[in-house]
């Protein structure tokens, strides 16, 4: 799903309103309606007290359209504006007009704290007050609102996006920002909601469709995709009936140290089940009879250490390379870990220990071949780019190394973020179990089996990205947060593929066709 920036919506709704000759009153009427659609459905009508605060921007139009559809239908509606600023957009004026002639009950002026009406628990808040039009922080009283949202614990729901949130920046103070429970956004959603600075402001969001013009939709570029089943079922290489192992590719996996060749099982056993055909492992000797008993798929060669590496050397010809799980950083593995890089030109994926070598001899960084793939997390990314000051500030740190080294960046998190040149892939899967040790080394391994079987190196780090997140979300069901580990992502590995394919649940019958049966 593309995630369009401020401007880009800006333009789809111009376009939109010329191509399919409506006003812009229009647009508005269709996307409060949608929201009012949203919120019918789930109440049918039910009496609890809904506050609709509304800002004198478009996204207190969008309010005021909702209050007056729920004023129509009975419910049991209080709305206010919040009178912030003097500019009051066009159609929020047309659409304040309109409510007044709706209902006796005209929308409350609030301009200062003494105007701030009681907010019960279990009454509900739309927050309509600023949308992607937020130029500056709000002001004081404006601020004191929304604490007194928060503190209201009432069920909140944002329009567009929770209000005091920018598109594009991350706000200074976060009391200056609406708490939402949900936020409906229009058309899709906003790359504030995936970001560890940002996503704390609604805790679900939705996309609701309004209309925007198809052509624009699908012709325009975005710098943001949100990755999901939808991106990545077209994308999926299925197994040929006349194949062996030979078509799926080779995989190397390179790493491990004393105490620390669970990591390289864990990949061991994460690219076998990503569909790699062969897999070799490189570890120090003391991992051989550890590796060839769990992982017996596994081939091992063994470096002439027992406990660290210290001379990667192999024969045979690897189709993908992982690097640097559980390896260590001991001055004889940065030497062969160089060495390594300077000969190789085979796809190569970089993480851990790997990453945190390159992060000491950043001159080894240009030995780095176009398209390699670095999984760092956050630690890693900051030992990597240096300090960032907030998530905006790291994505554009990570663009600039990633067009300077031609690499790409897999930004590990609760929402990994893949970047590549000026391209950023938000993933959809995952969840807080994924927080254990080792998960990440599962990562590494899925991405080096993918690229094995002929999965570009972008597309192998979006689709491994997806599948382990997914393998998670459904290895969650059975073992909870608590106990998920790096093993059973590997266990649930066929899961995820088999859920690419699986049919959406049945929906139960509508009412009347119950009654026809
Ligand atoms: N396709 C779509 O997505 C559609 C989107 N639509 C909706 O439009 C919304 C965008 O509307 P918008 O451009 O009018 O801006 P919005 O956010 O309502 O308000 C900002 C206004 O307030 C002002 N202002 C700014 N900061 C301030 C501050 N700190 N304190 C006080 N005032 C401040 C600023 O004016 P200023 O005072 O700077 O002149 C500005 O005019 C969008 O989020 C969605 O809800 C739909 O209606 C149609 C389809
Ligand atoms: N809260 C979370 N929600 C979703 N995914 C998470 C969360 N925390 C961690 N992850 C995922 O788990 C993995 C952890 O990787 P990493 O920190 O490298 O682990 P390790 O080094 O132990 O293998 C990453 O893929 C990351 O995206
Ligand atoms: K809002």
Partial sequence: MKIFSKEQIYKGDKLTAKKQNITSTELME?????????????????????????????????????????????????????NCSDKRTQDFLVNYERIKQTTKKWPIMLNCKADFPPIGPDDIIVDAV?????????????????????????????????????????????????????????QSPKLVFFLPDTSKYTRQWEALDIGIDLEFLQQTDTEVELIGKNEMLPIYKPREKFSNKGTYGHGL????????????ILSGRATLASGAGLVTTFIPKCGYIPMQSVVPEAMVITDVDDEKLTAIKFEIAPTAIGIGMGMGQDEKTQTTFQKFLKSNSVPLVIDADGINLLSKHKDDLKLLKPQTVLTPHPKELERLLGKWKNDFDKLKKAKAFSKKYKCIIVIKGAHTITVFEDKLYVNSTGNPGLATGGTGDVLTGIITGLICQGYEPLTASLFGVYLHGKSADIAVEDYGYQSLTASHVVDYVAQAFLDLFAMPPAQPPAENEEENL
């Fill in 30 to 82: 269709r996307a409060g309606t949608q929201i009012f659609n949203w919120i019918h459905q789930r109440m049918q009508g039910a009496q609890v007290p809904i506050h609709v605060f509304c800002g004198i921007g478009n996204n207190g139009g969008d309010g005021l359209v909702l209050a007056r559809q729920l004023i129509n239908y009975g419910y049991n509606v209080h709305t206010y504006v919040v």
């Fill in 130 to 186: 600023f949308g992607i039009g937020l130029n500056r922080p709000p002001n004081e009283w404006v601020k004191s609102l929304f604490q007194h949202f928060r503190a209201s614990n009432a069920f909140t729901l944002a329009i567009d996006l929770p209000s005091g949130l920018y598109a594009d920046k991350v706000p200074e103070d976060e009391d200056g920002v609406v708490w939402a429970n949900y936020t409906l956004s229009f």
């Fill in 253 to 264: 996996l390179i790493g491990g140290s004393y105490g620390k060749i669970g990591a390289m």
